[in-house]
């Protein structure tokens, strides 16, 4: 079964930098675009980024934009995005996600402050 495992969370002075994984099985990883999302303390969840399939094409929230890059290792069947610069207002659990299917991951902590 389909199955997505974020990890590399924690916890980061405002400024500071983290790189999330996403580790996919049960399914053919490259044929399918990858999303992230997160869901801020009192917040809505809401779309981070997007990569699809060859990886060349690249979306993201306005509010990432600049700061945070998404990428994927197809043979790996590993998704990853690199936050920098990092905010308090970037706090909150961060999911990866099967395209436009409802296949979530558990979720992993991100917490920035001073």
């Known amino acids: 079964q389909v199955q997505l495992q974020e990890s590399g969370g924690g916890f980061v002075q405002p400024g500071g930098s983290l790189r999330l994984s996403c580790l996919a099985s049960?399914?053919?990883?490259?044929?399918?675009?990858m999303r992230w999302y997160r869901q801020g303390p009192g917040k809505e969840r809401e779309m981070v980024a997007t990569i699809d399939v060859t990886g060349r094409r690249k979306d993201y929230a306005d509010s990432v934009k600049g700061r945070f890059i998404v990428s994927r290792d197809n043979g790996k069947k590993i998704l990853y995005l690199q936050m920098n610069n990092l905010r308090v207002e970037d706090t909150g659990v961060y999911f990866c996600k099967l395209g436009s299917r409802d296949f979530w991951g558990q979720g992993t902590q991100v917490t920035v402050s001073s």
């Open positions: 049960g399914f053919l990883f490259n044929n399918y675009d």
